[in-house]
């Protein structure tokens, strides 16, 4: 499956986005879909998860009541609806796959084996 991350752009403190993850070459109800984020000098870090079989969602502690994942299966494709951004939030966001262990809801990044690209989202004060 080949995935492709969009969405991103400049906002300010307090504005919301909405990240898109679109995938060819496979249906991502075969996978479990997570979205990653990475600042510059950070590790990538888990923001929210999505799995499909078990429609079972998981958000990190710093983003739950405020970001919204979901997928929409006619249109292959799974969102990240990101409200009240914080400036600490600027990152490139990546989307990514796991067929592994689509079960689940992993957090780890090493557990996805797909990844798209990444689109930049930049947070200003």
């Known amino acids: 499956v080949q995935l492709q991350a969009s969405g991103g752009g400049l906002v300010q403190a307090g504005d919301s986005l909405r990240l898109s993850c679109a995938a060819s070459?496979?249906?991502?109800?075969?996978?479990?879909i997570g979205w990653f984020r990475q600042a510059p000098g950070k590790q990538r870090e888990f923001v929210a998860g999505?799995?499909?079989?078990?429609?079972?969602?998981d958000y990190a502690d710093s983003v739950k009541g405020r970001f919204t994942i979901s997928g929409d299966n006619a249109e292959n494709k799974v969102y990240l609806e990101m409200n009240s951004l914080k400036p600490e939030e600027t990152a490139i966001y990546y989307c990514?796959?796991?067929?592994?262990?689509?079960?689940?809801?992993?957090?780890?990044?090493?557990?996805?084996?797909?990844w798209g690209q990444g689109t930049q989202v930049t947070v200003s004060s």
């Open positions: 999505f799995n499909w079989s078990g429609s079972k969602t």
């Open positions: 990514a796959a796991n067929f592994r262990a689509r079960v689940m809801v992993a957090t780890k990044p090493r557990l996805y084996e797909y």
């Open positions: 070459g496979d249906t991502l109800r075969n996978y479990a």
